[in-house]
């Protein structure tokens, strides 16, 4: 398995709270992502990095920021959670940014927005 | 704007049945690959299977197998022979070559209920 953690697992917040969710890896990928799942409409993608400190804005990106300072670390904010934003998260890593590398995910992290 | 549809929200069959999941793709690239990834009842995303869109050539592995048609634009999956253990959600996936950074977009998905 691929070595990615994603922290915490569950996390109960309330509306306009600010929240960070963790992902860390152990394979020195260059790669990450960060996806949220939604019922009928699978995965979509939030942010991604290509390197340490370089991030690039997805599909569904509006209210929410990364960073990565570090290659085994990216961080997804939301500033001012909203119901909106209550889905499941999973974070990736690719090891080249070629597309034909499969992405490995993590096992999760399921947010409520209360 | 790349697109992938999988009509099939859910499919039931009882155990050794055959199951076909399709997938329809849209993109304006010529180069580009197709995913499936499994998720089971505990969550996880596995990455199954993929096909580049310059080989449209059939396989088959163990009891997966998969139907890649560039003409009609549908990368079609099938369990063969179906146990509990497949019982999951399957995702397909689509990641087009000029797209910087690999970004895949996904179905919404399929959910296989395999019967005892």
């Known amino acids: 398995d691929a070595g990615i953690t994603q922290s915490p697992r569950h996390k109960v917040t309330e509306t306009g709270t600010p929240v960070t969710l963790r992902c860390h890896q152990t394979?020195?990928?260059?790669?990450m992502y960060w996806y949220r799942q939604d019922p009928g409409h699978g995965l979509r993608l939030i942010h991604y990095?290509?390197?340490?400190?370089?991030?690039d804005k997805g599909e569904v990106s509006d209210g929410y920021s990364v960073s990565r300072s570090k290659t085994e670390d990216f961080l997804l904010t939301l500033e001012s959670a909203t119901s909106s934003q209550t889905s499941v998260y999973f974070c990736?890593?690719?090891?080249?940014?070629?597309?034909?590398?499969?992405?490995?995910f993590g096992n999760g992290t399921r947010l409520t927005v209360t | 704007a790349q697109k992938v549809t999988q009509a099939q929200t859910e499919i039931s069959v009882v155990e050794k049945e055959d199951v076909t999941l399709d997938c329809v793709y849209e993109?304006?690239?010529?180069?580009?690959?197709l995913f499936w990834y499994k998720q089971p009842p505990s969550g996880e995303l596995v990455f199954l299977i993929r096909?580049?869109?310059?080989?449209?050539q059939n396989e088959i592995s163990g009891r997966y197998s998969w139907n890649f048609q560039k003409s009609t634009s549908s990368f079609n999956f099938t369990i063969t022979a179906s146990q509990v253990v497949d019982s999951a959600v399957y995702f397909c996936?689509?990641?087009?070559?000029?797209?910087?950074?690999?970004?895949?977009?996904f179905g919404g998905g399929t959910r296989v209920l395999v019967k005892p």
């Open positions: 990736a890593i690719s090891e080249s940014g070629q597309y034909n590398s499969p992405l490995h």
């Open positions: 394979e020195n990928h260059r790669y």
């Open positions: 990095s290509y390197g340490v400190k370089d991030t």
């Open positions: 993109t304006r690239d010529t180069t580009y690959y």
């Open positions: 096909r580049n869109s310059f080989d449209e």
């Open positions: 996936a689509l990641s087009e070559a000029r797209a910087a950074g690999n970004k895949l977009t």
